[in-house]
């Protein structure tokens, strides 16, 4: 399983022919042939791996059942464990920042979201798990609400995180407190305003979601099946945009933003910089280096010819980056939340409440945090200003 339901093209033709290259080298494909070589999946979630070469080859389909074999295996048990990783990492995120008495400040209400998006997208591995093992057993309706839920919360987890640089550059590169408590009312717009958005990116998954049954991969998926007379545009375009604008502008966009926060820390002369530089390095890393593999093989199966051989190997290297990128929804509260002191001693004040652990203890890492400065906020790559440091 990728990333993005799988995309399949139903026809609606019976006897059309298609010329798909001009001059003697032309290859005619009947309906039929178009349908097995836009249909080629292997995994049931957004699937370019087979459409742009299996057009220019006199031989057979690529076989896919090697790959269909390995994702059956690795994915069910690797998508439990990122679900229960997922739901107890951002639950922690979300019972703390509840639990505050005063009202969370604009980096915490995207923290809060964004551990809100993590969690419903992680909800829908199971079913994804269960897919990868039986086939998708759960109808057409279920589909295109776990699919759409799934892409939602998908898009939401990354433009929150985009929402956090930036607020993370205006509060310490142009010293400005872009939410105010008199102006609450702003970020909470700007978390509705990305949860608008990422519902209307979805439309095209709640109108052309299907449960689907491939022959040749004797098995159910949950696919997007497009009019056959724009399967094409429509992957192409998908795939330009997950590309561009799930990953190359967000990536953009965090580099600006924690460039110019690194050259301010540098300048400052607060005791804790380097701590700093070495959390937003690591929130930077992280994101590159978990969504760059999947990524890059989008565009190389979507944009490259590749043969049959090549094809197989993408084929599992995108199931294992796929996964990575899954991960990266476990590591989101460690990077933004827990790697903060004042979280850590929040969190420890719930686990106490919960009786996890002694008074003694909390009260020991109380006194260490205490040269904390008291307007900081949850998140410790959060509490640099200007003149001072971590």
Not at 5 to 13: E, I, T
Not at 86 to 100: C, E
Not at 163 to 171: F, K, V
Request: aromatic share 14%.
């Amino acid at each position: 399983m990728v990333l993005f339901p799988v995309l399949q093209q139903r026809s609606g033709l019976t006897s059309a022919w298609i010329n798909l290259m001009d001059g003697d080298d032309a290859m005619v494909l009947t309906s039929g042939d178009l349908f097995d070589l836009v249909g080629n999946s292997s995994d049931g979630y957004y699937d370019y791996d087979n459409w742009t070469d299996a057009c220019c080859s006199s031989s057979s389909v690529c076989n896919s059942n090697a790959t269909q074999g390995f994702s059956g295996s690795f994915l069910p048990a690797f998508y439990s464990l990122i679900c229960l990783l997922g739901l107890w990492g951002n639950g922690m995120v979300i019972a703390v920042l509840l639990r505050a008495k005063e009202a969370l400040a604009g980096t915490d209400v995207f923290l809060f979201n964004l551990a809100v998006a993590d969690i419903l997208l992680v909800l829908t591995l199971p079913f994804w798990a269960v897919q990868e093992a039986r086939g998708w057993v759960f109808g057409t309706f279920l589909c295109r609400v776990v699919g759409g839920a799934f892409k939602i919360n998908f898009f939401a987890s990354i433009f929150f995180l985009v929402c956090i640089s930036l607020d993370r550059y205006l509060s310490i590169v142009c010293v400005v407190r872009m939410y105010r408590r008199s102006k609450a009312s702003a970020v909470h717009l700007t978390a509705v305003a990305v949860w608008v958005a990422c519902l209307l990116l979805t439309v095209p998954d709640f109108v052309y979601l299907s449960a689907e049954y491939d022959s040749r991969q004797k098995s159910t998926s949950c696919s997007l099946v497009f009019p056959p007379d724009s399967a094409t545009q429509w992957k192409v375009g998908l795939s330009l945009f997950n590309q561009v604008g799930t990953f190359f502008l967000p990536l953009l966009a965090m580099g600006y933003c924690y460039a110019h926060i690194v050259f301010t820390l540098l300048l400052s002369k607060g005791f804790r910089k380097h701590k700093a530089l070495r959390v937003i390095l690591a929130v930077v890393g992280a994101f590159f280096l978990c969504w760059l593999p999947y990524h890059s093989i989008q565009f190389a199966t979507t944009f490259l010819k590749l043969d049959c051989a090549w094809q197989e190997r993408l084929e599992v290297a995108e199931v294992v980056a796929t996964a990575l990128g899954f991960f990266h929804c476990c590591l989101n509260p460690l990077l933004y939340a827990f790697m903060g002191v004042k979280f850590q001693h929040r969190y420890l004040e719930l686990l106490q409440k919960l009786g996890c652990v002694n008074h003694g203890f909390v009260a020991r890492y109380s006194r260490q945090g205490s040269a904390l400065r008291r307007e900081s906020t949850w998140s410790e790559s959060t509490e640099t200003t200007y003149s001072g440091g971590f």
